[in-house]
């Protein structure tokens, strides 16, 4: 950046002008609303989940606590997005298999007995399909699928919790620990921007619920928020690419990564200068790349809470083609962001809101007009906000439900 937040201090700027601010927030509020799984799947996803792990102590004839299974990911960190159809919900499973009998194995005999004990139930969950960490279950006919990782007690010498299966690494193991992870990110996306407009203060306030016993829900939730939004950027921008972007797009635990390091340094650095939610988003997404290390030609986005993982290890066998790709998604989505916040909500049409948010950003656009004004439109904003704000994340320890 040649200036600090340029990027940001010229979309605000032009918002403030417009008066055009809380009627994004409006948008971007039903936007959200667009993005959650739809009740009816979620319970079928359950069904689903908690079945997975009787199954597999059966197969490989282990005592069901020697089984542990436990979601990882968006679902666990409480980013998820609905994707867009024909594309399915993807869930992504932990299945910690605990004790000598497995343990002692080597990473290919272990992979290769979990992927066995997923079969049998085939017209249910379809033809287990090996990938490079995970074993995918397709569940034909649902609008689900899991990512199902096999994983065991983590090497001392690596000071992981688990490890995985990693056919890229010489031993065909490679340190994780997901639970700590989510903890990271929840950490410091459980931490708040105190904003100085005194409307937004007071439907925050207005809008609170509670809608699981001790779970209060805020409003003001802003890292998932951007995250989500960010990942619905990234899936648009990719649903007709051509295959060799495609499968180069930036990982969601990267813009995770990122994300978060960038707001708890807007937080730590800047936390009484920002002024409302668009504000600290769009400085978010500005700063991503400036957590991104370079040293000797390689690339590392270290795992926070276990500095031996790099989640850009493929950036560097692939001729910087996902390196490449990450600078790609990020240019057009600050343009794109940039070229719809300057036209103006007014101004906007159908086109210029689905290039950036897709079809459901349309649909929010829609509902969103005539313009809602004064107090009772930002209360109607944040009351928006509150039923599309995920419940508090999962905690390690926490019963194992997809939360």
């Not at 990911?73 to 994707?83: D, E, H, L």
Request: proline share 6%; with cysteine.
């Amino acid at each position: 950046m040649t200036k600090p937040f340029e990027f940001t201090k010229s979309i605000v700027d032009a918002l403030v002008q417009r008066n055009d601010e809380r009627q994004w927030e409006l948008l971007i509020a039903k936007l959200l609303k667009r993005l959650e799984l739809p009740p009816e799947d979620k319970v079928e996803a359950e069904i689903a989940y908690n079945e997975l792990g009787n199954q597999i102590a059966q197969k490989l004839s282990l005592s069901r606590h020697e089984v542990e299974v436990f979601p990882q990911g968006s679902m666990r960190t409480q980013t998820t997005i609905n994707p867009r159809h024909p594309r399915k919900f993807d869930l992504d499973i932990v299945v910690k298999l605990i004790g000598p009998k497995y343990e002692t194995l080597g990473a290919e005999e272990m992979f290769a007995a979990f992927g066995k004990a997923l079969q049998g139930n085939e017209s249910i969950t379809g033809q287990p399909k090996m990938k490079r960490r995970c074993w995918r279950l397709d569940y034909p006919n649902r609008s689900f699928y899991f990512d199902v990782t096999p994983a065991v007690k983590g090497a001392s010498v690596t000071g992981a919790v688990l490890r995985v299966r990693d056919p890229d690494t010489n031993s065909n193991w490679s340190p994780t620990n997901p639970l700590e992870f989510a903890q990271w990110f929840c950490e410091r996306a459980d931490r708040r921007f105190e904003f100085s407009r005194p409307l937004f203060k007071a439907a925050m306030d207005e809008a609170r619920i509670e809608p699981l016993p001790k779970d209060e829900v805020e409003l003001d939730d802003l890292l998932r928020r951007t995250v989500q939004i960010m990942k619905l950027h990234r899936d648009n921008m990719y649903h007709f690419a051509a295959e060799n972007h495609k499968v180069a797009q930036p990982i969601s635990v990267i813009i995770v990564t990122l994300a978060t390091h960038a707001y708890e340094n807007l937080l730590n650095d800047k936390s009484h200068t920002f002024t409302s939610p668009i504000e600290v988003a769009l400085a978010l997404v500005e700063a991503m790349p400036d957590y991104i290390n370079k040293s000797a030609g390689k690339y590392f986005v270290y795992n926070p809470a276990l500095p031996a993982e790099n989640f850009a290890d493929r950036w560097n066998d692939d001729e910087n083609r996902r390196a490449e790709e990450f600078s790609r998604w990020h240019k057009q989505l600050t343009t794109d962001l940039s070229k719809l916040l300057h036209t103006g909500s007014r101004s906007a049409n159908e086109a210029d809101i689905r290039e950036v948010f897709g079809a459901a950003g349309v649909e929010a656009w829609k509902e969103t007009r005539p313009t809602a004004s004064g107090l009772d439109g930002i209360i109607n904003s944040a009351r928006g906000l509150a039923n599309t704000t995920p419940t508090a994340a999962i905690k390690p320890g926490s019963s194992q439900t997809l939360g």
